[in-house]
C-alpha cells in the first residue's frame, strides 16, 4: 500500500513537475517539441459546452480523492487538502467568485489546474488512478441523472395540467376524427387523456434510461482499468450509482444511454409536435375549438386582425432538433472501434441540445396550455353537424335485433337521405327514420344525442384502466 501511495505520487510529479511545467500547460507538453496551433486548441476545446458539468466534475473528484485517501494511494493529508480545495472551486464557482477560462481544454482540466493553483503539490495527486475518459464519462452519467430528474418533474406537471383542462369542462363534446374526417363524438377530456398517456410512457421511458445508466465507469481508466488498488464499489456508492460498469473498456466507450434519452426525448417531442399541431388547427377559424392566450400568442406585422400560435408552432418545429440529435449521436458512435475516440466529445452538444430543447418546449407548452380557453358550443358544433353518430344509430337497430351489417346498410341509406333532404340523424323526422326501417321508433333520438353517445361509450376517462 505504502509502495503503491509512493509510486502515484512519484509518477503524477515526473509527469507533471519533472518537466518543470505548470499545471496551466498542456498536460501532455512533456511528449511534445512543438505548441499546438491555436486552431488545435480552439478546434480541440470543449469547456464551452461540458462547462457546465463543473458540479459533476467535482462530486466524481471528490468521490475519487477519497477514494485514494480511503485506500492509501495518497496520503491522509493531501487526500483532506485535494477535499476541501475541491470544495472551495465549487463555492466560487456557484457563487460566482471564479469564472470558467473559456480557453481551457475542458471543464475537467480547468478544474484540476484550479485546484492545483490552491493547494500546490496535493492538488496533482488527484488524478491519479484516473484517466479523463472515465472522468467524462462519470461527469455525463451523474448530469444526465439530474437532467431526467428535472424533466421528469416537467412531464408531471404538464400530464396535470392536461388534467385539470379537461376537469375545467367535463361536459365538453367534440368530434373525434380519423383521417380528419370527424367520426365520433367523444369528450374533449377523453382527448387530452390520450396525450397524458403519452406523457406516462414518456415518463417511463425516462426513468427506464436512466435507471440503465446509473452505472459508474470510475475507475475503467483510460480504457485497461489501473493497477493502483483502487475501490470501484465504493465511488460508485458515494456518487450514487447502482455499481460500476463491469467491463471497463465499455465503461468508457458507451454511449448508449445518451442514444437511448435521445430516442426518448425524441418521442416526447414527437408528443408535444402532435398536441401542437392539433392546437394549430383548432384555434384556427375553421374550427374555433379553442382560444389561447394573448399572452402566449403573437400577432402579424402587417395583418393587423392575426393571433398566431407561434409557441405551439415552434414546439412543432423544434421536434427536428431533437431528432438531429439523436440522428447525430447514433451517427458518431456507428463506427468507432473500442475503447474512447475523440468523436465522442460530440455527444454533450447533441444530448445537451436535446434536453435544452424539450425543456424548452415544456416550459412553453405548460403556460399555453393552462391558459388555453376552450370553446365548447363550438365543438359541440362540429360534433353535431357530421353525422358523427351514425355508428350509434346502427347500434341502435342491433339493440332491435337488425345484424350489424344490415344495420350498417340502413343507416347508410339514412345518412345519404338526409344528406338529400338537408337534415341531420338529429333532425329527421319520425317518418324520415322509418321510411328507411320500421325497427326504428321515437326513443331514437335519445339513442343517437351526443350525450349518450358518449356517456355508452368508454374512451378511457382516468388513467391506469380504472374505467
Ligand atoms: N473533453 C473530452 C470529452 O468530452 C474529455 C475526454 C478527453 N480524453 C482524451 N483522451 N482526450 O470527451
Not at 244 to 263: H, K, P, W
Request: glycine residues 10%.
Amino acid at each position: 500500500m505504502v509502495f503503491l501511495a509512493f509510486f502515484a505520487v512519484s509518477y503524477y510529479n515526473d509527469f507533471i513537475e519533472g518537466k518543470g511545467l505548470g499545471i496551466t500547460m498542456k498536460l501532455w507538453a512533456g511528449r511534445f517539441e512543438k505548441e499546438a496551433a491555436k486552431t488545435t486548441n480552439d478546434f480541440n476545446s470543449s469547456i464551452a459546452t461540458d462547462g457546465r458539468m463543473f458540479r459533476e466534475d467535482i462530486a466524481g473528484s471528490v468521490a475519487h480523492a477519497a477514494m485514494l485517501g480511503k485506500q492509501g494511494v495518497i496520503l491522509p493529508e493531501d487526500c483532506e487538502a485535494i477535499l476541501a480545495g475541491l470544495g472551495s472551486v465549487l463555492e466560487d464557482l456557484e457563487g460566482g467568485g471564479l469564472a470558467i477560462d473559456p480557453d481551457a481544454e475542458d471543464i475537467h482540466t480547468f478544474i484540476e489546474a484550479e485546484l492545483t493553483a490552491r493547494i500546490g503539490e496535493a492538488g496533482k495527486r488527484l488524478h491519479t488512478g484516473r484517466s479523463r475518459n472515465d472522468q467524462v464519462a462519470t461527469d455525463l452519467r451523474l448530469y444526465l441523472r439530474s437532467a431526467c430528474a428535472e424533466l421528469r418533474r416537467l412531464l408531471m406537471e404538464f400530464e396535470e395540467v392536461l388534467r385539470r383542462k379537461g376537469e375545467e369542462y367535463p361536459a365538453a363534446i367534440l368530434p373525434g376524427y380519423t383521417h380528419l374526417q370527424r367520426a365520433q363524438p367523444i369528450l374533449f377530456s377523453a382527448h387530452l387523456l390520450a396525450y397524458r398517456e403519452m406523457l406516462l410512457r414518456d415518463i417511463g421511458r425516462l426513468d427506464d434510461a436512466a435507471r440503465r445508466m446509473n452505472r459508474s465507469p470510475l475507475g475503467s481508466g483510460a480504457l485497461a482499468g489501473t493497477g493502483y488498488p483502487i475501490d470501484r464499489a465504493y465511488t460508485a456508492e458515494q456518487l450514487g450509482f447502482d455499481g460500476y460498469c463491469v467491463s471497463t473498456l465499455d465503461g468508457v466507450s458507451d454511449r448508449d444511454f445518451c442514444i437511448e434519452l435521445a430516442a426518448a426525448l425524441s418521442l416526447v417531442m414527437v408528443h408535444l409536435s402532435r398536441l401542437s399541431e392539433e392546437l394549430i388547427l383548432w384555434c384556427s377559424w375553421e374550427f374555433r375549438f379553442v382560444e389561447l392566450d394573448d399572452a402566449y400568442t403573437t400577432g402579424s406585422s402587417i395583418m393587423p386582425q392575426k393571433k398566431n400560435p407561434d409557441l405551439a408552432e415552434l414546439i412543432r418545429g423544434k421536434s427536428g432538433r431533437v431528432f438531429g440529435d439523436l440522428m447525430g449521436l447514433l451517427t458518431v458512435m456507428k463506427g468507432l472501434p473500442l475503447a474512447y475516440n475523440k468523436d465522442m466529445q460530440e455527444d454533450k452538444d447533441a444530448i445537451f441540445d436535446a434536453f435544452d430543447t424539450v425543456k424548452l418546449c415544456l416550459g412553453a407548452a405548460i403556460p399555453m396550455l393552462q391558459t388555453m380557453r376552450c370553446l365548447p358550443e363550438n365543438m359541440r358544433k362540429a360534433a353535431a353537424g357530421g353525422f358523427i353518430n351514425a355508428t350509434d344509430c346502427a347500434d341502435y337497430l342491433v339493440g332491435k335485433g337488425l345484424a350489424f351489417r344490415d344495420a350498417y346498410k340502413v343507416v347508410g341509406n339514412l345518412v345519404a337521405q338526409c344528406i338529400r333532404e338537408g337534415h341531420t340523424l338529429e333532425s329527421l323526422p319520425l317518418e324520415g327514420y322509418q321510411a328507411v326501417c320500421d325497427l326504428f321508433a321515437g326513443d331514437v333520438y335519445d339513442f343517437v344525442s351526443l350525450e349518450r353517445c358518449v356517456e355508452r361509450r368508454s374512451p378511457g376517462l382516468r388513467l391506469g384502466g380504472e374505467n
